[in-house]
Structures are given as structure tokens and as C-alpha cells.
């Protein structure tokens, strides 16, 4: 069983930065592999970033390549998600999810466990 915790989420100009964690417990994170979903209102949960057990592998929404970076520290059973150059666009609940197995990151039913979400709101 593993439990997931965002923490960082807020509001913030465009252009600015956040950084999200995702905290997870159990004594096993290092062998899950990561990802980053976020929904805004109305639409479908949408993948963001991935990465595998050990950090040698990331993936991401072509609209955040660039301005956005996944990494891990599995001494700290945490993931982060950094977020530079924020648009408008990125306003939602973005939320961590661990899954046993590699596979295509992009699609949620692939993932065992989610957290709960943080909100992530950028002003014009």
C-alpha cells in the first residue's frame, strides 16, 4: 500500500515558477514508477510528466517540454514536479499517481495509487 501527498501548489503570475511534491509512504517507492496528472474544470484528466524507478527516464506532455522538469529522490520518497514559464493554461488540480509496472505513462488506469491533488493556479 502506498500513500501519495501533494504539497505546493498556490497561485501565482504567469511567468512564475512552483514546485510540487509528491510524498509518498511505504517502504517500497523506490520501485514505483511516477506520474504527474492534472485536470482543470471541465475537462479530462489530462498526463503531465512521468518517470521511472530510478530517475533514468522522463516523459512529458508536448505543451510542458521545456518548461516543466519531473525528478525523484527515492531517499526521500518524493517526486517533484518543477514548473517554469506558467501560463494561464496550467491552471488546475495536478496530482501524483505511482504504478507497479512500466508502460505507457500517458494513460491512468495504469497507475495502483493517486494522491489527492493540489491546486495550481496562474493569473494573466
Known amino acids: 500500500q502506498v500513500q501519495l501527498v501533494e504539497s505546493g501548489g498556490g497561485l501565482v503570475q504567469a511567468g512564475g515558477s512552483l514546485r510540487l511534491s509528491c510524498a509518498a509512504s511505504?517502504?517500497?517507492?523506490?520501485?514505483?514508477?511516477m506520474g504527474w496528472f492534472r485536470q482543470a474544470p471541465g475537462k479530462e484528466r489530462e498526463f503531465v510528466a512521468g518517470?521511472?524507478?530510478?530517475?533514468?527516464?522522463?516523459y512529458y506532455l508536448d505543451s510542458v517540454k521545456g518548461r516543466f522538469t519531473v525528478s525523484r529522490d527515492n531517499a526521500k520518497n518524493t517526486v517533484y514536479l518543477q514548473m517554469n514559464s506558467l501560463k494561464p493554461e496550467d491552471t488546475a488540480v495536478y496530482s501524483c499517481?505511482?504504478?507497479?509496472?512500466?508502460?505507457?505513462?500517458?494513460?491512468?488506469?495504469?497507475?495502483?495509487?493517486w494522491g489527492q491533488g493540489t491546486q495550481v493556479t496562474v493569473s494573466s
Open positions: 499517481a505511482a504504478r507497479y509496472y512500466s508502460g505507457p505513462y500517458y494513460i491512468p488506469s495504469g497507475y495502483n495509487y
Open positions: 511505504g517502504r517500497t517507492f523506490s520501485t514505483y514508477h
Open positions: 518517470i521511472n524507478w530510478n530517475g533514468g527516464s522522463t
